[in-house]
């Protein structure tokens, strides 16, 4: 039991470092360095080999029916990523480097919750920047605004909620 709580609680700590880190890169320079995504991936990878008994029997005790549920989240940022390929970046690699990874560190459910309530928490940040630069009489078509910075609220949320 106790070795499933440091499994729960790390993941959650290295997931919160991995938003940090690429939220601080994705504000100050609009893009976020490769190495980033290359570290955090090899720390899963050695999370996942230090906790390989969790996995082992987490993975073993799913039955057909919920492997599915497994997999959506990786599948679907994986469609993001060739989404980005294929818009020639309307929507940034960084930000689909950000939700795959991110996909590894999240359970399904949450994972969800955090691309809803960043989509969500984008529209509004639209209909305000594009309401204003109507009132400003500029042209929004130019304008672009950093994607990361909507998963703000979702990420609080849970962790508000973890920690009560």
């Known amino acids: 039991m106790a070795n499933l709580q440091l499994f729960t609680i790390s993941k959650g700590i290295l997931f919160l470092l991995f938003f940090a880190f690429t939220l601080f890169f994705d ?13 955090f991936f090899g720390i899963f990878v050695i999370h996942s080999i230090f906790f390989g008994k969790v996995y082992y029997a987490f993975f073993s005790s799913l039955s057909i029916g919920e492997f599915p549920l497994i997999l959506l989240p990786t599948l679907f940022a994986l469609f993001l990523l060739l989404l980005s390929k294929w818009s020639r970046e309307a929507i ?11 996909s590894f560190y999240c359970n399904a459910y949450h994972f969800f919750f955090l ?46 909620i973890s920690l009560f």
């Not at 504000?27 to 570290?39: N, T």
């Not at 940034?92 to 991110?102: A, N, P, Q, R, V």
């Open 27 to 39: 504000c100050r320079k609009r893009s976020i360095p490769a190495m980033i995504f290359l570290l």
């Open 115 to 160: 691309i809803i309530t960043a989509f969500f928490f984008s529209t509004l940040v639209s209909m305000f920047l594009f309401c204003s630069c109507k009132l400003k009489k500029k042209n929004p078509k130019n304008f672009r605004f950093p994607f990361l910075p909507c998963f703000l609220p979702g990420v609080l949320y849970l962790l508000g």
């Open 92 to 102: 940034g690699y960084g930000d689909s480097l950000f939700i795959l990874l991110s």
